[in-house]
């Protein structure tokens, strides 16, 4: 067990029941300023954070805690609450103009943000919202603030860091700004409990944050195991999807961004079908997403870059799609491929795996965790694409490889259900509120 996993983060099996009899939060304010829980993943900012959130909120709601996730009203139509299922609630907060406002800009409407947040508590009794828990350095400003006002604790969840991505750049990518860097710096230091995905997060936010690791829990992200399934195999969902039944399919899905590196995938089928010609009336490579982020500096990139390596014709461009789809897409892949340059934890790794589907990734992040080297996936040191073809050689090579894996990742998939999580978050809720109080006795003592 890493040092800096919290006693949460790795609870002995009789600490659970203990923190259970103490009082769980009955209201929770959640912050996603940036992306809201109804966008579809996949699509502008929209990401493994959405599923999160989503997910996350109604397993809690399941267990009792009722949760309201505040977030940017992107249209002038929208109604100010949606219910997104029984017990969670989102509040669309108006804060600068609703279309066109890129991530960088969003600082600048933090005060407007927090403004709607404070409106939407002023309407209510006092201790409405027992906790606040922010997601991403944007909505941990405004959860900062709140939380000081309302008298509660606040737990936040970096998701990414400023630091660790600007250790590992793609090449072209922008550097994230000293303001970020600045405001994790600050948001650490205010948070009464930090959620990290993995023990490798948890020692970053101490070694680049000094974050208390005695603050800091690891819980795991979950997978929805009852969308993410094997279900009727890979032959059934080629066919729904109208690909070939025999082809080998290195699947990419996300966001398309530097940073995700759908590329360095492109780069490894060109040196696979260089070295390998007579693979390429076998071989078809599908990218599922959008541009975003840095990206959309040059939307059409990727498309010319396939032209440019001489493969255009192996691959498909295909826009973001629902998770139902998105589930068929990783069942009909041969492999997901990620080689992304930072993943705090990488979560369609996990739902690929689910869905019996191996994973090559970069070894990266939270990537390790998600995925076992050489079981249920591979993972590669660096982005040089000669490594990836190297494995594509071998999916191309071993027809049953997919399917030996595709088990054993199903099976490795399963330990990461989202009960689980939220159970564990719902135990760092408690835990918060405990130190939080303390803090106060001690204050006014």
């Not at 890493?2 to 099996?13: E, F, H, I, M």
């Not at 969003?106 to 002023?122: E, K």
């Not at 550097?175 to 994790?184: D, F, K, W």
């Not at 997978?223 to 059934?236: I, M, Q, S, T, W």
Request: charged fraction near 20%.
């Amino acid at each position: 067990m890493s040092q800096y996993a919290s006693r949460l983060g790795r609870r002995s099996p009789s600490a659970a029941p203990r923190l259970r009899l103490l009082r769980r939060p009955r209201r929770v304010a959640m912050l996603s300023v940036h992306t809201s829980p109804l966008h579809q993943p996949g699509t502008g900012d929209a990401g493994g954070m959405n599923v999160y959130i989503v997910e996350l909120a109604q397993r809690l709601a399941a267990l009792g805690i009722e949760v309201e996730i505040f977030t940017r009203a992107t249209a002038g139509d929208l109604p100010p609450t949606v219910p997104l299922a029984p017990g969670v609630l989102v509040r669309h907060v108006d804060a600068g103009p609703y279309e066109g406002l890129a991530k960088e800009e969003l600082p600048a409407q933090l005060c407007a943000f927090t403004h709607g947040v404070m409106q939407a508590w002023a309407g209510h009794r006092p201790g409405y919202y027992d906790l606040v828990h922010s997601h991403y350095w944007l909505s941990g400003h405004v959860g900062w603030l709140a939380a000081q006002r309302w008298g509660v604790p606040l737990v936040h969840a970096m998701h990414t860091m400023a630091k660790v991505k600007n250790a590992s750049l793609a090449a072209g990518d922008r550097p994230e700004p000293a303001a970020r860097v600045i405001g994790e710096t600050q948001i650490v230091a205010a948070a009464d409990r930090l959620i990290a995905n993995t023990d490798e997060e948890a020692a970053e936010l101490a070694r680049h944050y000094d974050a208390d690791p005695g603050s800091v829990a690891v819980v795991h992200p979950g997978v929805n195991l009852e969308r993410f399934r094997p279900a009727d195999g890979r032959a059934a969902a080629r066919a729904r999807l109208g690909l070939p039944a025999d082809a080998l399919i290195p699947l990419f899905a996300g966001r398309i961004q530097p940073l995700k590196a759908p590329d360095v995938l492109l780069r490894a089928v060109a040196v696979l079908l260089d070295g390998r010609p007579e693979l390429r009336s076998k071989i078809l490579v599908p990218v599922v997403g959008g541009p975003s982020g840095s990206g959309l500096a040059k939307p059409e990139g990727l498309q010319k870059l396939a032209a440019r390596l001489g493969i255009a014709d192996v691959v498909r461009f295909r826009p973001p799609v629902g998770q139902e789809q998105l589930a068929d897409w990783f069942r009909a892949a041969s492999l997901l491929v990620m080689p992304s340059y930072s993943e705090s934890f990488g979560l369609v790794a996990i739902e690929a795996q689910a869905s019996g589907t191996p994973v090559l990734a970069a070894s990266v992040g939270g990537l390790p965790v998600a995925v076992r080297d050489g079981e249920t996936g591979f993972l590669v040191d660096g982005h040089e694409p000669a490594d990836y073809a190297r494995v594509l050689a071998r999916f191309a090579d071993d027809q049953a490889l997919t399917a030996r894996m595709g088990d054993a990742a199903a099976r490795h998939a399963r330990s990461f259900g989202w009960d689980a999580a939220a159970a564990a978050t719902a135990d760092v809720y408690t835990a918060a509120i405990q130190s939080y109080r303390r803090r106060v006795r001690s204050h006014h003592g």
